[in-house]
Antibody
Framework: QLQESGPGLVKPSETLSLTCTVSGGSVSGDNYYWAWIRQPPGKGLEWIATIYYSGSTYYNPSLKSRVTISIDTSKNQFSLKLTSATAADTAVYYC??????????????WGQGTLVTVSS | SYELTQPPSVSVSPGQTASVTCSGDNLGKKFTSWYQQRPGQSPLLIIYHDTKRPSGIPERFSGSNSGNTATLTIGGTQLMDEADYYCQAWDSSTAIFGGGTKLTVL
């Protein structure tokens, strides 16, 4: 299971911070990466970033300058920070597991999602 | 940047076959996944590696990928299949999602 947590309301220009707690498995598994994906209200899915337990990170080029993904293996959690938030960052934020078993990459487990609204 | 294009909507009658397409430059050379999202729910993986179904996904869901187009096919569509469907592929280590297709079963 994956569970997102963090503030549901962020002021413009501030930093959006979210944490995903993984239960029933370890974030340190060799065949798993951990990702953040968002969905603005009424719109489609947008991949934000992915991290491996070793610390290797991958970012959406359109967000890279504002996003940091990190992982805490001792807590079995990974986190997202998005700086200089604007109304355009209002979205449901999902954490997800990227499974690369059998050389077939896919997002096979998703959290329930958390709505973050950027507003004063 | 790489883009995936889906039709905004597809309609199908119950019991008929629905096809949802996903287009991208040389998409057939990449592996595609498909996700189903019902209103208010998280996306659910239904097809990966072009044609593989995760455990628990009904056999009526199938996928193909060739040339510039990947296709999700739902045979014997049921009312419960009404949902948004997203294709997804990898461009290097970047995950790309299509814009989504709303499947209406009527």
């Amino acid at each position: 299971q994956l569970q997102e947590s963090g503030p549901g309301l962020v002021k413009p220009s501030e930093t959006l911070s979210l944490t995903c707690t993984v239960s029933g498995g370890s974030v340190s598994g060799d065949n798993y990466y951990w990702a953040w994906i968002r969905q603005p209200p009424g719109k489609g899915l947008e991949w934000i970033a992915t991290i491996y337990y070793s610390g290797s990170t991958y970012y959406n080029p359109s967000l890279k300058s504002r996003v940091t993904i990190s992982i805490d293996t001792s807590k079995n959690q990974f986190s997202l920070k998005l700086t200089s938030a604007t109304a355009a960052d209002t979205a449901v934020y999902y954490c997800a597991r990227r499974n690369i078993n059998d050389s077939a990459s896919r997002f096979d487990y998703w959290g329930q999602g958390t709505l973050v609204t950027v507003s004063s | 940047s790489y883009e995936l294009t889906q039709p905004p909507s597809v309609s199908v009658s119950p019991g008929q076959t629905a096809s949802v397409t996903c287009s991208g430059d040389n998409l057939g050379k990449k592996f595609t996944s498909w996700y189903q999202q019902r209103p208010g729910q998280s996306p659910l993986l239904i097809i990966y590696h072009d044609t593989k179904r995760p455990s628990g996904i009904p056999e009526r869901f199938s996928g193909s990928n060739s040339g510039n187009t990947a296709t999700l096919t739902i045979g014997g569509t049921q009312l419960m299949d009404e949902a948004d469907y997203y294709c997804q592929a990898w461009d290097s280590s970047t995950a790309i999602f299509g814009g989504g297709t709303k499947l209406t079963v009527l």
